[in-house]
T-cell receptor, first 108, second 114 residues
Framework: KNEVEQSPQNLTAQEGEFITINCSYSVGISALHWLQQHPGGGIVSLFMLSSGKKKHGRLIATINIQEKHSSLHITASHPRDSAVYICAVSPAGTALIFGKGTTLSVSS | DGGITQSPKYLFRKEGQNVTLSCEQNLNHDAMYWYRQDPGQGLRLIYYSQIVNDFQKGDIAEGYSVSREKKESFPLTVTSAQKNPTAFYLC?????????????FGDGTRLSIL
């Protein structure tokens, strides 16, 4: 069993829809990261969470430490949001453990 | 602007050859990492370095080697011992050696076997 599980694996949406991507993990962590990988391969860090909720523009990330679960929400999705979204966790003192990613495609 | 530069973007290797992938950062970060990405799989850690002249093996270090002679540079050599080198390679850096801060990523190098 993978230590970091993401769902869904693939997601197709119409422009304007509300998107939710889920991440569950099985190890103790000091932080959880949400990353965005563009079609060219470059990766950008979106959020780092250790508790609660963070918001940046149309993106919202939440984490429930007790349930070992995090969600990434995109409000009013746009075709430029099309990318692979990756959840990664930081077990204390060790390198990141990555999920396999969720491929999002938003059509106009 | 500060960031991570990986070169080349595309690299082709003949059977039996060693190739070196470059990673340079001007963020003054202590920690640097090399990851491998294969289709349908999460990023896997090859090697990481938390300080100059020191590095540790990750989960899939066999067939790879690294050096960290300067803080800003962390080159990865894919040796002929790596039997399946075709993959996308990502370099990253972080100010925090313990992994509790966001990592900054390069744009990656795609390696293919001729």
């Amino acid at each position: 069993k993978n230590e970091v599980e993401q769902s869904p694996q693939n997601l197709t949406a119409q422009e304007g829809e509300f998107i939710t991507i889920n991440c569950s993990y099985s190890v103790g962590i000091s932080a959880l990261h949400w990353l965005q990988q563009h079609p060219g391969g470059g990766i950008v860090s979106l959020f780092m969470l250790s508790s609660g909720k963070k918001k940046h523009g149309r993106l919202i990330a939440t984490i429930n430490i007790q349930e070992k679960h995090s969600s990434l929400h995109i409000t009013a999705s746009h075709p430029r949001d099309s990318a692979v979204y990756i959840c990664a966790v930081s077990p204390a003192g060790t390198a990141l453990i990555f999920g396999k990613g969720t491929t999002l495609s938003v059509s106009s | 602007d500060g960031g991570i530069t990986q070169s080349p973007k595309y690299l082709f290797r003949k059977e039996g050859q060693n190739v070196t992938l470059s990673c340079e950062q001007n963020l003054n970060h202590d920690a640097m990492y090399w990851y491998r990405q294969d289709p349908g799989q999460g990023l896997r850690l090859i090697y990481y370095s938390q300080i100059v002249n020191d590095f540790q093996k990750g989960d899939i270090a066999e067939g790879y080697s690294v050096s960290r002679e300067k803080k800003e540079s962390f080159p990865l050599t894919v040796t002929s011992a790596q039997k399946n080198p075709t993959a996308f390679y990502l370099c990253a850096s972080s100010p925090d050696r313990a992994g509790g801060q966001p990592q900054h990523f390069g744009d990656g190098t795609r390696l293919s076997i001729l």
